[in-house]
């Protein structure tokens, strides 16, 4: 009986070790499995990092014009690599596909341009910058004095201070209609899409067809628009600070064409519509029906937002005289100088409310 108990204990005692010695191998066989991966994994990534390593070797080798005078050409596909080429000022360099299109800006000032290389291969993706310089062309730019004397069909080119807009709607910057450009000579309105890239205070050189509309002067279709610096104050050295509303409105036509800056009383209609009046108003007076910028509609949160709401309030404004078919003077509030509320005037023995 006890040999047999001992027989036991053996076979048991052989048995346990014989797990453990697997569990051991199959431990082993786990981390040389676990190592494995990590070794595999490790040489994907040094995959990626040669392919990275190649896309930087090959934009590295790539050479741009860095003034060009004209097109140029770019390499869009180099062995297994693929080039995608973008540009920070399509105005300038426009790139179509493997060519690059150069417009030499006019207002004397040299562009910098960014021109972006962004190289594909397998899962790698590389990008380089280059700089190049565009060579401005002579300034030939009128001041806006002549441009407003100019013959109508004829081209010209100014340089100045984009000073408002003229939306159709609302503020967005696609339902702008055009803008204003403003030097030490004059303002003039610019009509064209161009409208969506630039912003008040900044200095433009802008070529165009003089052209007029409702008897308002007015530059059309511009095909060439230069940003040269931004965040500027227009000069406003020809506005006239002299005259009432009733004054500039007897000019006529004369008035047209030009900027005043003056007191007024601001008054709506039942239909949206905004006037300007004299302080000291009468019944049957002259009064300027205006837009602030825009076409104001009840809904719309436009750049006319300034004067929500201020109706029956006196404003000191910058106002740019036009016309309609008929000669009936109207334009548009370049500039809000100043307001106060009506009743801050009522004690005074010019304001007559009405």
Same mark, same amino acid.
């Given at each position: ?21 697997? #569990? ?5 066989? /786990? ?7 990590? +070794?595999?994994?490790?040489?994907? *990534?040094?995959? &990626? ?6 896309? /930087? ?5 790539? *050479? ?25 000022? @399509? ?8 060519? =690059?299109?150069?417009?030499?800006? +006019? ?14 291969? +397998?899962?790698? =993706?590389?990008? +380089? ?11 030939? %730019? ?50 064209? $899409? ?16 003089? %052209?007029?509309?409702? $008897? ?25 600070? #002299?005259?009432?509303? @009733? *004054? ?12 005043? @800056? ?23 007076? =002259? ?16 750049? =006319?937002? &300034? ?30 100088? %100043?307001?106060? /509320?009506?009743? &801050?005037?009522?004690?005074? *023995? ?5």
């Amino acid at each position: 009986m006890k040999v047999k108990n001992r027989l036991a204990a053996a076979i048991a005692a052989l048995a346990t070790m014989g797990h453990t010695a697997m #569990s051991s191998l199959r431990n082993e066989d /786990k981390d040389k499995a676990q190592g494995a991966q990590e +070794r595999y994994l490790g040489f994907q *990534e040094g995959l &990626e990092s040669v392919d990275e390593i190649l896309l /930087k070797n090959t934009l590295n080798s790539i *050479e741009l014009p860095e003034e060009p005078e004209d097109t140029f050409l770019l390499d869009t596909f180099i062995d297994d690599i693929i080039i995608n080429w973008s540009s920070s000022n @399509e105005r300038i360099i426009s790139i179509n596909g493997g060519t =690059a299109n150069v417009l030499h800006p +006019r207002g004397g000032v040299d562009q910098k341009v960014k021109i972006t290389a962004s190289a594909f291969l +397998r899962d790698a =993706a590389v990008s +380089r910058d280059f700089e190049i310089t565009v060579a401005a062309l002579e300034d030939d %730019s009128m001041t806006i004095a002549d441009v407003l004397n100019s013959k109508v069909g004829s081209r010209v080119s100014m340089h100045g201070i984009v000073s408002a807009f003229l939306y159709a709607s609302g503020d967005h910057p696609e339902y702008r209609a055009g803008f204003y450009v403003t030097d030490s000579t004059g303002t003039v309105y610019v009509y064209g $899409n161009m409208a969506e890239d630039v912003e008040v205070g900044d200095e433009v050189y802008v070529s165009g067809i003089k %052209s007029v509309r409702f $008897n308002t002067p007015q530059v059309y279709n511009p095909y060439n628009l230069t940003i040269i610096s931004r965040n500027n104050t227009p000069s406003w050295d020809a506005v006239d600070t #002299s005259k009432t509303v @009733e *004054e500039i409105y007897n000019l006529g036509k004369d008035a047209v064409g030009n900027v005043y @800056e003056f007191d007024a009383h601001v008054s709506k209609n039942q239909y949206g519509l905004y006037t300007l009046k004299d302080i000291n108003y009468k019944e049957n007076g =002259a009064a300027f029906k205006y837009y602030f910028a825009g076409t104001i509609t009840p809904d719309a949160e436009n750049y =006319a937002s &300034e004067l929500r709401g201020k109706e029956n309030q006196i404003v000191r404004v910058k106002f740019a005289v036009g016309a309609n078919q008929d000669w009936d003077l109207r334009g548009d509030v370049l500039d809000i100088v %100043s307001y106060e /509320k009506e009743e &801050e005037k009522d004690s005074q *023995e010019s304001w007559e409310p009405f």
